[in-house]
């Protein structure tokens, strides 16, 4: 392909996508295939030769297409938000186009110091102070897993330069909630901790972790000849945008000197509202945190931001010096590889770059305003109607709902919930995503993709009433 | 950004990345940007109010690119090649576009079934036998440090679940060489190991590991109380493309029931010439692999395959089910978050398949000898001139080569090497990378970058000329 044939496909490449975009909303939101269907369609073998590059985008149109989920449809409110801004999606563009690798500063400069401004620009979009230090990962499971090692090597004095957590003398023990992510204990099973090593919190009413049992746990734990190393606690969990009372945790941590990790891969984009910093009250107590400017707040995936207070150790725990990366400039430069677990990085800068220069803060900060009160809208709709219910606070833009039927319960309220939501998904009108809370399965409306109005939540509500209260 | 307005910034892009691509080769090759001078022109804080589309793209170009290393410039010779086919940049293109995210099969079934059919498109064309199942990851860091928590999952019969490494009863080792990347000793150290236990083994002459020595140092370590673990091989080493003897580790590691992951990373894509698979003879006895389609086979980055024998294993380790990810689909499909560190990912295959469709297989290693050929044709010139020499074989596409006038040893031998090689690079002509080879440093010469012919090979060789037998 030479360049102007890239120029031609680029175009056409580009108009295809303008196109899904804007026809997105007419497709059905949950992709309808059967296991195996894309794949029957796709050669069992790669061809000898070359294709044509108009081969390849009907394929995109015919076999991919059908085979999709649509994130970005206006009634997507499965999961969470994961937003991809045009001006965002432009930036990563722009990142693959130029090919360019960081693999130290000097590997191309302006790689590293342009991630190192616009993570300094969400830190203070977000009311952080100054004495945290961003970079950018791929996801909040890396984050949590390289906060964990981190928070091994400092409690154990940097085993890793002796017999590893092989020769620990005294066990390493992780604190979270039973409402933190699944990366969570995830990360804390390969960082070598051990699930014996691992304590699963107890939770309050409204699914945040008690400060008190996290206390008591600890003691516990240290009274036995364990050694207390990290508390995982999150700003909006997975499945009902809980909020783990995060200076009271910091507190205790800081008490205990163990390391304290703050999740609010979710909740995080919420930061840019003033109104609502009060959900991680005493995040500058926190050694590290993660959000991820990929979900809701609209970069294209994939867009973690890891923050730290103390970037020495992270270096100290994640540093590589091989030869063939030096450079006479090391000394005065980050070297991002040096702080997370790849060596190689995309500019994935760039399209955190475009999208918040493209819509400035105020936009940015409008939309989320605008998903919010569709939040609370949608809340109020459903605690008006009879046989619903909203099962958790709806602080963000989450909100956990139930119907249940006169005289259904247990399993059977199961069943009915499974079904109603699985007949919302499979009509192709909208997407929610099941889960379960208090042991019972419920629906998680997630509200907050680009394109959803709310036109799109009043829809939803009548789909949902439809389809739950309909006789079976 | 409408959607109108995105077709029209993404006929601007798309002509900019056209351009920038067809000059690339007349900007200097390596960034000849100071520390913090990129930095110094952005603003410190993040703009309240949206900024025109133009103004982004015009700081790209003013900016960023003066910013840049360039690594698809034809005289880039430097660390590796890590190339962005055209048709493989519009396949990240569509990615990113689509905005699809695969957390389950369900989340985006076309998503897993592509990357199913793709990856197994690759184990075709490297040459592997059915036996092995592939899965995209970001990088063969990762890849490295998903291999050594399998393999320390298995020799401890999945700790994990129970204290971990922390109650390990005998310390695991891991055995690799002093040429292997430096992710391979960064995989150990973060998976728990220890420094303590992770044996580097001798090599031979031409920078291979010795399998006799190998076999000793796990003899030894079993009879010390220890249990051997794993070892990891490499199929072209980062320093001079070596080959470790891929059968022989397969023996001694199948001998005493230890793991064997190899990393092809580099070397992987040459695997598509039938010519070059003795390299990797025997790799069938391997647990793991890598190799990364987004070096020299030309895959935009990030594109690292990791194939391994037992999925089963790998997703045990791996795996995580909350309630919110679970469908009625799980038992008939992959779920690829299983496969690896990150929950989210994205649909990353889509570039690998419209490379291999555009270019077609015979295409690929049209290419790929091409560059052998450049590069057998530089060691030549090398190897004939005075004062010149190749100090390692090379098998592949990288040539290691040191120039030293007469009476010039030791210490003046490297500040001469030093010395030559960056006003190479400041030059703005080529761009190599000086690395440690056998205590001394040299000159590598990494040859494969797209649009490097056999005329900037021989620029490159007049320039090396000119520099260091100049008369300082």
Known sequence: MTHDEFRAAGHQLIDWLADYRARVAEL?????????????????????GPEPFADILADLEKIVVPGLSHWQHPSFFGYFPCNGLPASVLGDFASTGLGVLGLSWQSSPALTEVEEVVTDWMRQMTGLSAAWSGVIQDTASTCTLVAL??????????????????????????????????????????????????RVIEHDSQYGMKPAALEAAIRRDAAAGLKPCAVVGTTGTTTSTALDPIAELAAVAGAHGIWLHVDAAMAGSAMILPECRWMWQGIEGADSLVLNPHKWLGVAFDCSLYYVRDPEHLVR??????????????????????W???????????????AIREQGVAALQQRLRRDLANAQWFADQVRAAGGWSVLAPVPLQTVCVRHQPRGVDGEALDQHTLGWADRVNRSGQAYLTPAILDGRWMVRVSIGALATEREHVEALWMLMRQEAERSD
Chains 1, 2 share one sequence.
């Open 340 to 354: 997370g677990l790849p060596l190689g990085r995309r500019f994935r800068a760039l399209k955190l770059w475009f």
């Open 149 to 198: 090692l981190c928070a091994r090597e400092r409690a154990s004095g940097y085993s890793l330069s002796r017999g590893g957590l092989q020769a620990a003398e005294q066990p390493l023990t992780v604190y979270t909630s039973a409402h933190s992510h699944s990366s969570v204990e995830k990360a804390a099973l390969l960082a070598g901790f051990g699930r014996d090593n691992l």
């Open 28 to 48: 059905p939101v949950m992709a309808r295939t059967a296991p195996g269907e894309v794949k029957a369609q796709l050669p069992a073998a790669p061809p000898l």
């Open 317 to 338: 725990v994640m540093s590589t010096n091989p030869s063939y990366l030096r450079s006479g400039s090391d000394a005065q430069v980050k070297n991002l590889r040096d």
